[in-house]
């Protein structure tokens, strides 16, 4: 007998990746603590999805599409997004996020190491690229009605969060810098 096809980007058998990424309309701060994150408001939200082999950009109007993207993965994919992201996007749904597949890497990577990582740490030794922009720069973007800007930024950490994916399925680790600077490497099993 012959060996199963491979899965193509196109073929059915292909799983349906989406990687998830969004930012907000406001801060902490200004919705009454962290314990809130569900009055943040989605200012963009974007997603890259493997089976399309596309970006999508919604704002807050889309919203029901966005939550539908996620819906329709065989996997989502993110940094920190069943804690925020989902959270974020629990204040448009009775739908529970944290039922869907889910790889947040960040929860993954703190389980092991005993203490949490930022993106931006893992993409710099991994990559040596940084983030572009902050979550704050984002909430002062939205008030400036500079949503192009949000999209552009959060499309890169989109970008950014498939690129270490990707690299910890094909090499078992990744890189990240601790507080001192070293660089350091952590294992992993996605």
Known sequence: TSPPPTPTKNSPMARNIVYFDLETQKSADEVGGWDKIN???????????TARGEYRIYGEKQVDDLIKDLQRAD????????????????????????????LDMLVVLSETLGHRLSLDSIATATFGVEK??????????????????????????????????????????????????????????W
């Open 39 to 49: 009055r943040m408001g989605l200012s963009v939200g974007v997603t890259y999805s």
């Open 75 to 102: 996997l989502v994919v993110g940094f920190n997004h069943l804690r925020f992201d989902y959270e974020v996007l629990h204040g448009y749904t009775s739908f529970d996020l944290t039922q869907l597949p889910t």
């Open 132 to 189: 572009t922009a902050e979550g704050l720069q984002a909430i002062e973007w939205f008030k400036q009605g500079k949503l192009v800007e949000i999209a552009e930024y959060c499309c890169y950490d989109v970008k950014i969060t498939k690129l270490v994916h990707e690299y910890g399925q094909q090499h078992k680790q990744l890189h990240y810098h601790n507080k001192f600077g070293k660089k350091l490497t952590v294992p992993v099993k």
